[in-house]
């Protein structure tokens, strides 16, 4: 997406944020030199091109933008928010880019425009078995484990129950008890 | 409450972060600036500089 607005006038970063899923290979950060060396490691295996900047150790401008693991915000040249979102959905996104883009084009031709408010909750397709595993081949089975505790914790042990099967499927011996 | 920094995925999964997310920033405040690092150079930039010049998309995330 990043491309496509290139020549657009829209720019793209991304801010580097605490581990989500610390585990065996990426572990919880202790230090600001660690924490630039998995962001450096993310551009390389996601093949990153927008600017990767780095958020302090203790997170300052995580916490001000809302402390969530995945968020994205729009924000105007005029430095005020213009979109904010609790995750990041490419086609949400996608959308928001574009009328923003247009909005540039037609001021420029001096049609006027005034801002109004919206308030809009889409939601996302939520495929935790595909995220588990991506999850235990990035960062490790302790990841995968506290993941799948923490769903049957907080939701259900209803909706935790296809996550245990597959950690189960996957190596007996991976699973701890209880797991 | 866990730290910052935690060491476990925490088992409330930050459910109180997006609770209080739609209050937290709202659109049309103007957005939290600080300094950052430059991962490619290793020096501080400020946020800000990256909507000077016209809109930015911020993502937040990591490798895990």
Not at chain 1, 70 to 97: F, H
Not at chain 1, 149 to 157: L, M, P
Not at chain 2, 35 to 62: K, M, N, Y
Request: hydrophobic share 40%; proline share 6%.
């Amino acid at each position: 997406m990043a491309a496509k607005y290139a020549d657009q006038g829209v720019s793209f970063v991304f801010v580097y944020t605490r581990e989500a899923h610390p585990g065996e290979r990426y572990g919880h950060l202790a230090s600001i030199e660690q924490k630039l060396q998995h962001a450096r490691e993310m551009v390389m295996r996601d093949g990153l091109t927008r600017p990767m900047l780095v958020d302090d150790l203790e997170g300052s401008l995580h916490h001000a933008y809302g402390r969530l693991p995945n968020m994205t915000y729009v924000i105007g040249g005029g430095g005020r928010v213009l979109y904010r979102a609790s995750w990041t959905d490419a086609d949400n996104l996608g959308i928001v880019v574009d009328r923003v883009v247009q909005q540039r084009v037609e001021r420029r031709e001096g049609i006027v425009h005034r801002p109004f408010y919206a308030e809009w909750e889409p939601s996302v397709v939520v495929d935790r078995l595909t995220f588990v595993e991506v999850l235990l081949e990035t960062v490790g089975p302790r990841a995968v484990t506290e993941f799948i505790e923490a769903v049957g914790h907080t939701q259900s042990e209803q909706a935790a129950r296809p996550l245990r099967q597959w950690w189960q499927d996957q190596a007996p011996e991976k699973t701890e008890p209880g797991v | 409450m866990h730290d910052y920094n935690y060491q476990s995925f925490p088992l409330d999964m930050d459910m109180p972060d997006f609770d209080a997310f739609p209050r937290a920033l709202t659109v049309g405040e103007r957005a939290p600036n600080g300094e950052v690092l430059d991962a490619a150079t290793g020096q501080p930039v400020r946020l800000s500089s990256h909507w000077r010049s016209g809109p930015c998309v911020i993502e937040f995330g990591s490798i895990t």
